[in-house]
């Protein structure tokens, strides 16, 4: 079965970011190598919420914290209705 797109929770990408040895990054890195991810708007918005968060300093430097949304940011990200959103940021 092949797989065209996925969604990934919050917590993958987090956690992808703290660890490059478990199964959120394992996930994250195949799908951006397989597959589009999709999202929301509201998971943006979450994901640079929960990353501004102070508690992450101390892991992870607000610079590379910053240049991980660029990077893992979904391919396509979708509206309320299932609309794919123009989001700047290519791929």
Same mark, same amino acid.
């Given at each position: 079965?092949?797989? #065209?797109?996925?969604? $990934?929770?919050?917590?993958?990408? *987090? @956690?992808? %970011? ?5 199964? !959120? ?8 190598? #397989?597959?589009?991810? $999709?999202?929301?708007?509201?998971? *943006? @918005?979450? %994901? ?5 968060? !102070? ?28 609309? !794919? ?7």
């Amino acid at each position: 079965m092949k797989v #065209n797109r996925v969604v $990934l929770d919050t917590n993958v990408f *987090i @956690s992808a %970011l703290l660890s490059s040895s478990g199964k !959120p990054f394992a996930s994250l890195s195949w799908a951006l190598d #397989n597959a589009t991810i $999709l999202a929301s708007r509201e998971l *943006i @918005s979450e %994901l640079s919420t929960r990353l501004a968060r !102070p508690k992450f300093a101390k892991y992870v430097s607000e610079e590379r914290r910053n240049a991980f949304i660029v990077t893992a940011h979904p391919q396509r990200v979708l509206d309320n209705g299932g609309g !794919p959103i123009d989001t700047g940021i290519p791929g």
